[in-house]
T-cell receptor
Framework: DTEVTQTPKHLVMGMTNKKSLKCEQH?????MYWYKQKAKKPPELMFV???????INESVPSRFSPECPNSSLLNLHLHALQPEDSALYLC?????????????FGPGTRLTVL | GDSVTQMEGPVTLSEEAFLTINCTYT??????LFWYVQYPGEGLQLLLK?????DKGSNKGFEATYRKETTSFHLEKGSVQVSDSAVYFC???????????FGKGTTLSVSS
């Protein structure tokens, strides 16, 4: 299994809602990532989990809260988002955090905040 | 800091034309280099990679060679197809780094 899956595919939420994005991989990878991608731009790193511990938080607002329940799962909890948070949210994984390993990306969740 | 510069396009070609997308990088160490492709409405797919100087990555008719002397990793394909229409991202990752550094992306549009 060489796949990263993400659910849901699309999500529409109001500014007062609480929702969660889910990501799963069964490749035995020990590093997992959340990226945010705006239209016609490259992905921007948000968080890195290394061996199930948060290792990098790229100064992301606290309305985004990551969670890594086990080595295969990664969640992104959303609360009180703003319309400018509308974007494609991509999850990725790699064998380990060292830079020589490629990252495998999921299909993304397209988030719209009303 | 480390950075990647790639031609932004859009690049518009006819089917069976030759493709080159230029990518140069700046890095203090010896990075690994990647090309990712993003089809409309999808996530990123790894197209090819190279981890050391003079390595050639290849996949699906695409090739790129890691040129340390010119700090480049240009993407080439001899004969493009309509199905190659997508956004192509050049990226690097330092050995000690945990994140990819992307170029701005190049949109390729191939017409029949």
């Amino acid at each position: 299994d060489t796949e990263v899956t993400q659910t849901p595919k699309h999500l529409v939420m109001g500014m007062t809602n609480k929702k969660s994005l889910k990501c799963e991989q069964h490749m035995g990878h020990r590093a997992m990532y959340w990226y945010k991608q705006k239209a016609k731009k490259p992905p921007e790193l948000m968080f890195v989990y290394s061996y199930e511990k948060l290792s990098i938080n790229e100064s992301v607002p606290s309305r985004f809260s990551p969670e890594c329940p086990n080595s295969s799962l990664l969640n992104l909890h959303l609360h009180a988002l703003q319309p400018e948070d509308s974007a494609l949210y991509l999850c990725a994984s790699s064998q380990d955090p060292s830079g020589s390993n490629e990252q495998f990306f999921g299909p993304g969740t397209r988030l719209t905040v009303l | 800091g480390d950075s990647v510069t790639q031609m932004e396009g859009p690049v518009t070609l006819s089917e069976e034309a030759f493709l080159t997308i230029n990518c140069t990088y700046t890095a203090t160490g010896y990075p690994s280099l990647f090309w990712y492709v993003q089809y409309p409405g999808e996530g990123l797919q790894l197209l090819l990679k190279a981890t050391k100087a003079d390595d050639k990555g290849s996949n699906k008719g695409f090739e790129a060679t890691y040129r340390k002397e010119t700090t480049s990793f240009h993407l080439e394909k001899g004969s493009v197809q309509v199905s190659d229409s997508a956004v192509y991202f050049c990226a690097l990752s330092d050995l000690g780094g945990t994140a990819l550094i992307f170029g701005k992306g190049t949109t390729l549009s191939v017409s029949s």
